[in-house]
């Protein structure tokens, strides 16, 4: 198969995924950044004990927490939104197939000295 081929046949799932990734950063972006960093407190919290002074290791740890977030709501609407484009790009499957058999297929010429 050509890379041509698996770009045809991806389409749909790369479309989802890119509308994904837009909802995420209008949606996902500021929840997942909350929600990690209340994990990072807690586990901070849980390490050195509950009145969480603000020390460099603690600020670390939280940080940790806020990018352990963000990747995690990333990862979640990457993989749903592609999943969805795959889904709805099924049924147009036949369609994008039989695009590909009409291409016509390039020369090359070999040009040696």
Known sequence: MSTKRNHKALLPTYVGAAVSFIAYLFIGAVPGTLYGGYMGLIMTGALFGTPVEPTMMAKVITTGG???????????????????????????????RAEEK????????????
Do not use: C, D, Q
Not at 72 to 92: D, E, K, Q, R
Not at 104 to 109: A, D, G, L, M
């Open 66 to 96: 806020m990018a352990l977030g963000l990747f995690a709501s990333l990862f979640l609407f990457l993989v749903a939104g592609a999943f969805i484009g795959t889904l709805l790009g099924w049924p147009f499957a036949p369609m994008l």
């Open 102 to 113: 009409t291409e016509t297929p390039t020369e090359t010429v070999e040009v040696t000295r």
